[in-house]
């Protein structure tokens, strides 16, 4: 999240040793995670399945969290993220 918690700072406030995309930086953190949900929506990904898979907190739900969650991943690859802005 942007500096001191707050949704609307932009994400450049990050020092550039980070190695984040421009793309990243560029954006607040409310914006960014607008454009994760946009990427699951145009990928036709059931977000109340994973929401509910991912409360379980069961080990064997990871696998199938990761394969509902790839085409967003690999569309957010293309748009010019990183990986480790797309993991947690």
Request: glycine content about 8%; some cysteine.
């Amino acid at each position: 999240m942007g500096e001191s918690g707050n949704w609307d700072v932009p994400n450049r406030k990050i020092p550039d040793d980070m190695g984040h995309s421009r793309v990243f930086l560029r954006q607040t953190p409310r914006e960014f995670y607008g454009v994760v949900d946009r990427a699951l929506t145009e990928c036709g990904v059931d977000k109340a399945e994973i929401e509910r898979l991912w409360e379980e907190k069961k080990m064997e739900h990871v696998d199938k969290v990761d394969r509902l969650i790839l085409p967003a991943y690999v569309k957010l690859r293309e748009w010019g993220y990183k990986h480790g802005e797309l993991t947690i």
